[in-house]
């Protein structure tokens, strides 16, 4: 198992940037990938953004130009920077990590508040 803390939520002007970090309590070189979803009120978490062991990552459409994702296995972290925030990315941010080979288990963060407003 393992446990997983984000940081770094804050409230923040549109135009704005933030940089999310994702502590995972031990190595994660050996996870399938790890990645970032949201969930604003009244509706569904979304996945933002991902990134495998290689390096090799995915956005969503939504935030593409604007958002990346890293990692540091070294520091056992993955961080989000997050730049040109709008309104709309107002939500709480969860760090997910999916870790397994034939059989895929999930773990999540608790979430850290990203709200986006003037």
């Known amino acids: 198992q393992v446990q997983l803390v984000e940081s770094g939520g804050d409230l923040v002007q549109p135009g704005g940037s933030l940089r999310l970090s994702c502590a995972a309590s031990?190595?994660?070189?050996?996870?399938?990938?790890m990645g970032w979803y949201r969930q604003a009120p009244g509706k569904q978490r979304e996945l933002v953004a991902t990134?495998?062991?290689?390096?090799?990552?995915n956005y969503a459409e939504s935030v593409k130009g604007r958002f990346t994702v890293s990692r540091d296995d070294a520091k056992n972290t993955v961080y989000l920077q997050m730049n040109s925030l709008k309104p709309e990315d107002s939500a709480v941010y969860y760090c997910?990590?999916?870790?397994?080979?034939?059989?895929?288990?999930?773990?999540w963060g608790q979430g850290t508040q990203v709200t986006v407003s003037s």
């Open positions: 997910n990590a999916k870790i397994g080979q034939f059989f895929i288990t999930d773990y």
């Open positions: 031990r190595s994660i070189s050996s996870f399938k990938t």
């Open positions: 990134i495998i062991t290689r390096g090799s990552t």
